[in-house]
């Protein structure tokens, strides 16, 4: 009995010591106020990328052709597809009554003309006239000569240039092109009545376009329209040509945001002696870009974005402060940024919304 007891006390001690061991030794769990992040400091420099911007490919010129005068369509030489020069006749309208104007105020110059030669030659031999046997001609038959000289004269004129007018609209029955192109409309056909307003269901009579040179288009946001470097050379590639890519000049910009969506109207020239390429083609356009001189570089990945606002998380004495800012040039795994920050001051590296304001970190 006396052994039993025994044995029950030292039971009770051996469990007594066990749970003294188990309260003063509690399992360890770290806080987030005593996490360590990694920093990065604030670098103030200009960070030079580039954009990737979607554009669009126009012929570099573009116009609709019409006659400017009226008349049937007698012969048309070109159709859809034709490469033209400058220069070269594209259609030819019948009008009689532009070709009867013309030859009517043919007939009248030269009427004129031979008036004024008549008069011309009369008051010519009157001055010599006069000038031999002084005396013989009064000075008012004299001056009435030149007087008749000199309205014929005016007369001539006034027909030579009406007989050149009336030549003018006889050329315009001649449609020529305006410059190097293609046809890549035709909706009109020989015997239509054609005009300076004539249009068939909306469409020009012919569509000529260039298409050895080509202008892109595209739409730079504004935020980045002041950092296009001037001249500079832009690559692009189009869906119909994966993985061939072109290159094109900066040539001209708009200088002045749409203010639909806040951004520039921008143009690159680019050269298609192949053509390859098409007007009306969708491109991709990588675009470089100067960096502002006061922006502040940070690592991308410092930059938290909610719905609320963008922030990078600032560390000053071992705790966090939230500092709202913009985003501005990307390139690689840095970004600018532009807020209330310093060059020199340390922002958390890899940053998310967990990261609370205020809070103490080492």
């Excluded at 008012?140 to 007369?155: F, I, N, T």
């Excluded at 030549?167 to 315009?172: A, I, K, L, P, Q």
């Amino acid at each position: 009995m006396k052994n039993m007891t025994a044995n029950w006390m030292m039971l009770g001690l051996l469990a007594g010591l066990a749970a003294c061991h188990s309260a003063a030794a509690p399992e360890y769990k770290a806080t987030a106020h005593e996490r360590q992040y990694q920093l990065a400091k604030v670098v103030q420099q200009p960070l030079s990328g580039s954009i990737r911007l979607p554009g669009t490919l126009e012929a570099f010129q573009k116009v609709s052709i019409y006659p400017r005068v009226n008349g049937f369509v007698s012969r048309i030489m070109v159709d859809r597809g034709s490469r033209v020069k400058k220069g070269q006749v594209l259609l030819v309208l019948e009008a009689p009554e532009i070709t009867q104007q013309y030859y009517a105020a043919q007939s009248k110059y030269i009427q004129a003309a031979a008036m004024y030669a008549a008069t011309k030659d009369n008051y010519e031999r009157t001055v010599a006239t006069a000038d031999e046997t002084p005396g013989t001609i009064s000075a008012h038959d004299l001056e009435l000569s030149k007087a008749r000289m000199l309205g014929d004269s005016a007369l001539m004129n006034s027909e030579q240039a009406n007989f050149r007018a009336r030549g003018v609209m006889r050329d315009y029955l001649t449609v020529t092109a305006p410059f190097d192109g293609v046809i890549t409309e035709r909706n009109i056909h020989p015997g239509a009545l054609v005009g300076p307003d004539t249009k068939v269901g909306d469409k020009p009579m012919l569509m000529l376009e260039q298409e050895d040179k080509l202008r892109l288009v595209l739409q730079v946001p504004e935020i980045y329209s002041g950092q296009l470097m001037g001249q500079s050379v832009v690559n692009f590639s189009v869906n119909a040509m994966p993985g061939k890519v072109f290159k094109g000049a900066v040539s001209r910009e708009a200088g002045t945001l749409n203010d639909r969506y806040r951004s520039e109207a921008v143009e690159v020239d680019v050269q298609n002696t192949s053509r390859e390429l098409k007007p009306g083609m969708y491109a991709e356009i990588t675009m470089p870009v100067n960096g502002s001189a006061s922006a502040l570089v940070v690592p991308a990945s410092a930059v938290v974005m909610s719905t609320e606002r963008k922030y990078v998380i600032v560390v000053k004495d071992h705790r966090t402060q939230w500092v709202d800012v913009q985003e501005g040039n990307h390139h690689n795994d840095s970004t600018e940024v532009f807020g209330n920050l310093k060059a020199g001051e340390e922002v958390v590296v890899r940053a998310t919304d967990e990261i609370k304001d205020g809070i103490a970190i080492h």
